[in-house]
């Protein structure tokens, strides 16, 4: 027999392991005693990550065998880049997807642990700031379970999301360390390092064939390794990769200052390197244009590139560049990794030595971007000055993508010189800036936003002009969430009880939950309304118990369960939440209480450290709060707590138990959300304005089982010229009242004037929120909320109609729309 070669033996097939309860258990206790030199009784998160382990074990042999598959030469892959993955947890997700629940249950239950205790033991990836960070990680888990080839590329960062405390009402900023104890799902892969360059300057040079070539020298480099995470898909055998970035030193150092003596210095300096993946920026939706963050950007843009750009040449045996368009598309999760455009042009022409034109039409063949918000100070633009210095090989290449692109702005629209300065990628007046959301239209065959409306207002309005030329790129991929995590995994209840009248499809098909409609009706299915009720009510439990261990205050079960969490913004107004709140409460104290119903209000979310005005939102709803919860008056009618530390995991429990959804935003502000979304599939009713994704969530469960008020986007828009707060105060004695209990200190008895900037904004006619405007259509609209409570039956039927018509919200759905639009990638099975 022939000896096999090197590469014959890296296919040789790897033994499945087993999975009953009884290996799970042999396993477990392998890597717990001899791997971690723990035993049975240490503490909790050493079981965990000896579980952990037992399952990784388990999704290796399928997670080498669709990296084969996918480097098979003409496999077409997509590259989904982004600044944040807000995964969470992970050990219930692989389980769920591996469907082993109860051979886990069995093996911990023969050693008398707990899984549940055992799974609140894994720390959040909270590698991401919200919605968009959030929504990557739904993306990932639908590409598994589509089967699709994608592959994830972010930054390992030693920090994720600081951890919310409350100190006197206020929030406070704790480091989360989440990799201390180590993250048993990683897998560090050095041979895949890459090299990324900084600062320098660059060299005109003539190559071998005497053409005028850039070369980009003297720079400081740094060093990118690569950590995967295995992506589960659901039922399958695919297990895709989340590849993540962790910077450090070359080993190179500043020979000159060695031989000084400064040996210590010339180490110590290296630090600098590591800084770029330690921390990830807590600001969500407003610029912060610090150099470190434009660090992180470029180097996650140019380690990625670099990357697929290997994986590829190693599928397609050589260099063939025009077919690289063919195999490969990059999908931008917002402007934060569009330097990938400048970058791809780099690598193509001063690397690869292809020409302009052929390295501008791979570029823009393979580049798709998607923009998340409207709001201006969240799009980004850097400063000349600092691209200059940073990268200045990539500002070269973008003042000629620049020239380049005007040249053909003048020849459609001749001697439209105001059109040109809007247009341009470089921004003219006074400092110079890199608008990065108008490279990457420029450099992307496609641009998308995530809601129906959102992406109506693109066009209309901030890309109007890019829309004007190339109106074939626009397109709308409206976002979803995964079922799995957010039904199957958060809600065992319901899902058991929807499995048990429709079958199981629907966890990786969410269309077929519209068969749940057919249950609608009481009268038919009495049963089914009986047991729905029940699993609300065991899930609202679980909530309770969780806002008593966070928060000391009891829910009282039978109360409607009012649930606002999300990024704390103005234009999301949690503000408008405290308003009906105190007018509630102002309603007891005058003892209007006919017809009451009982509320328990949950607010939870955090605030960008350097956002003064979110920071002090989050104090006045602590302190309302406290009256509130501390008025004998008061009692079960009204509770209100600020839920610390708002997370992925937290939102599996409190989606569940929501008996309303809050989606209150400033008509045309939020671009789609998706905590509606996860609200909604667990049955919970909305009360929302006609924005974002709000607007198709009432299409598709119908005007009656929804609580729609407030002025549309473009009413918003009309008013503002002749926005006049005073006047909706004046009109409207709720709204006085609220005011002034407000303005009286009442929340703030020793703590004078420490509202006075909310009070302020509220009543300035330039208020872009228009809070005040909206203030009488959202206390009729929970008016109408609390007359439908008391219909328990029909409110059970709105209930179940709101899951049964959440099948269009499923991230698989969002997959497959931007697969066949725009990534146009073939399905791969793996191991049949
Ligand atoms: C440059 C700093 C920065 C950081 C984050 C600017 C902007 C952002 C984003 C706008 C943050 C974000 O999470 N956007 C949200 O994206 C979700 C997914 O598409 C949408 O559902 C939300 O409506 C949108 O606010």
Redesign the pocket.
């Given at each position: 027999m022939n000896e096999p070669k090197a590469s014959e033996l890296c296919l040789l097939p790897l033994e499945r392991l087993k999975s009953d309860p009884d290996a799970l258990q042999g396993d477990f206790l392998h890597y717990l005693n001899r791997h971690l030199g723990r035993f049975l009784g240490c503490s909790p998160n050493y079981m965990y990550a000896a579980m952990a382990y037992t399952l990784r074990d388990r999704l290796i042999t399928d997670w080498r065998d669709t990296w084969i598959e996918y480097k098979e030469p003409g496999v077409r892959r997509a590259y989904y880049m982004s600044l944040e993955f807000l995964i969470g947890r992970s050990l219930g997700n692989h389980i769920l997807n591996m469907g082993l629940e109860t051979e886990v249950e069995q093996a911990l239950h023969d050693m008398l642990l707990d899984t549940e205790e055992i799974l609140g033991n894994e720390p959040d990836a909270g590698l991401g700031?919200?919605?968009?960070g959030r929504?990557a990680a739904c993306f990932i888990d639908s590409c598994a379970t589509l089967q699709l080839p994608v592959i994830g590329y972010g930054i390992r960062y030693e920090y994720g999301m600081f951890r919310q405390k409350l100190l006197n009402g206020r929030q406070v900023e704790e480091p989360d360390h989440w990799l201390r104890d180590g993250n048993p799902w990683e897998l560090e892969r050095p041979e895949y390092t890459q090299r990324i360059h900084f600062g320098g300057h660059t060299e005109i040079y003539k190559d071998e064939r005497g053409r005028n070539r850039v070369r980009w020298v003297d720079t400081n480099d740094v060093l990118a390794i690569p950590y995967d995470l295995p992506v589960s898909g659901y039922g399958n055998n695919t297990v895709n990769t989340l590849r993540l970035w962790k910077a450090t030193t070359t080993d190179e150092f500043n020979l000159d200052e060695f031989n000084a003596g400064s040996y210590t210095e010339a180490v110590a300096a290296k630090n600098d390197a590591e800084h770029i993946s330690m921390v990830l920026y807590p600001?969500?939706?407003?610029?912060s244009g610090k150099v470190l963050r434009l660090r992180q950007q470029y180097f996650l843009a140019s380690a990625s590139l670099q990357d697929a750009i290997r994986i590829w040449e190693y599928a397609e045996g050589g260099p063939h560049y025009e077919r690289f368009a063919r195999d490969n598309v990059f999908q931008m999760n917002?402007t934060?990794p569009t330097i990938a455009v400048a970058e791809l042009m780099r690598i193509l022409i001063d690397e690869k030595h292809l020409d302009w034109d052929d390295a501008w039409n791979i570029t823009t063949a393979c580049m798709a971007y998607t923009n998340?918000?409207l709001l201006p100070e969240?799009l980004?633009k850097w400063p000349v000055a600092i691209f200059k210095q940073l990268l200045p090989r990539l500002l070269e290449i973008i003042y000629e993508i620049n020239a380049r692109f005007l040249e053909k702005v003048a020849m459609k629209w001749p001697g439209d010189t105001e059109r040109l300065r809007r247009m341009s990628i470089i921004e003219e007046n006074g400092e110079q800036y890199v608008r990065m959301a108008y490279l990457a239209i420029v450099g992307s065959f496609s641009v998308n936003g995530?809601a129906a409306l959102h992406s109506q207002l693109l066009v209309d309005g901030l890309f109007r002009d890019f829309h004007a030329l190339w109106p074939e790129k626009f397109n709308n991929k409206t976002?979803g969430v995964t079922p799995r995590r957010w039904i199957a995994h958060a809600n065992p209840k319901m899902t058991g009880l929807i499995s048990s009248q429709i079958g199981e499809e629907w966890i990786s098909d969410l269309t077929r939950i519209a068969e749940l409609k057919a249950y609608a009706d009481e009268e038919e299915h009495a049963e089914f309304h009986e047991a729905w009720r029940e699993v609300k009510r065991e899930n609202k439990k679980r909530l309770a118990a969780l806002v008593k261990k966070e928060c000391g205050i009891d829910f009282p079960l039978d109360s409607l369960f009012d649930i606002q969490v999300k990024r704390i913004h103005e234009y999301k107004r949690q503000l408008l939440n405290v308003l009906h709140l105190i007018h509630l409460y102002s309603r007891i104290k005058r003892g209007d209480t006919d017809n009451w119903v009982n509320r328990c209000v949950l607010i939870g979310g955090k605030a960008a450290p350097g956002y003064e005005m979110a920071k002090d939102i989050i104090k006045l709803i602590n302190n309302v709060a406290h009256m509130v919860n501390n008025d004998p008056d008061v009692g079960d009618r009204l509770k209100l707590v600020f839920f610390p530390n708002y997370s992925v995991s937290s939102m599996e429990v409190i989606a569940p138990g929501a008996d309303l959804s809050e989606q209150i935003s400033t008509a045309g502000k939020?671009?789609?959300?998706?905590g509606n979304m996860k609200f909604m599939m667990n049955g919970a009713l909305t009360i929302g304005t006609y924005d974002?994704a709000n607007i198709e969530i009432m299409d598709a469960v119908g005007e009656e089982n929804f609580f729609l008020f407030g002025l549309r986007a473009e009413e918003v828009q009309e008013m503002r010229h002749q926005y006049n707060p005073a006047g909706f105060i004046d009109e409207d004695s709720d709204l006085q009242a609220v005011m002034q209990l407000l303005e009286s200190g009442y929340f703030n008895a020793r703590e004078p004037g420490i509202f006075n900037n909310i009070i302020n904004a509220m009543k300035s006619p330039s208020d872009p929120w228009m809070t005040l405007a909206d203030f009488r259509s959202y206390v009729d609209a929970q008016q109408r909320v609390n007359e439908a409570w008391h219909y328990k039956h029909a409110w059970t039927r709105m209930s179940i109609l709101n899951t049964a018509c959440s099948g269009f919200f499923s991230t698989d759905r969002t997959m497959q729309q931007y697969n066949e639009k725009i990534w146009k990638l073939d399905p791969v099975t793996v191991g049949e």
């Open positions: 700031n919200g919605g968009l929504l600001n969500d939706a407003s610029e917002d934060h998340h918000t969240a980004e995530v976002n939020e671009a789609s959300g998706t974002g």
